[in-house]
C-alpha cells in the first residue's frame, strides 16, 4: 500500500519484534560489568551447571539478597568465589525486564 506522503506502508504487523534496550554483560575473573541505559533495579547471581545459586553480588542494599538499584551507566560487583572449586558456572543478570545469562569458567 502506498501512503499520501510516498512511503511504503499498511497496518502494523502483529508479528512485529519487541524491542528491548541494551544491556552489556562482561565477566573477568570475579568481576561482573555491566552497563544500563537507564536506572534499573538489577540483581546478580552464580548458578553451578547443575542450576543451584552458589552466590550473589557483593552490595549493600535494601532490597532482597543479591538485588540492588543502579543508575544508569557502566557498573562492577564482585562475586565471593574463594570457597567455589573450579568449573563451570553461570553469571545471570536481571534488570528489569532484561534478563543474560553468560558462561563462566572458574580456575584455581
Not at 6 to 31: D, E, F, H, I, N
Amino acid at each position: 500500500r502506498l501512503n499520501p506522503d510516498g512511503s511504503l506502508g499498511g497496518p502494523p504487523s502483529p508479528w512485529a519484534p519487541v524491542r528491548t534496550y541494551p544491556v552489556t554483560l562482561q565477566v573477568a575473573g570475579q568481576a561482573v560489568r555491566f552497563t544500563l541505559p537507564q536506572a534499573e533495579r538489577v540483581a546478580l547471581e552464580l548458578f553451578d551447571v547443575c542450576g543451584r545459586r552458589v552466590a550473589g553480588a557483593r552490595h549493600a542494599s535494601p532490597l532482597p539478597a543479591g538485588e540492588a538499584w543502579y543508575p544508569a551507566g557502566t557498573h562492577e560487583v564482585t562475586f565471593d568465589g574463594a570457597g567455589l572449586p573450579s568449573g563451570v558456572y553461570l553469571v545471570r543478570l536481571q534488570a528489569g525486564e532484561v534478563s543474560q545469562v553468560q558462561k563462566v569458567v572458574l580456575l584455581k
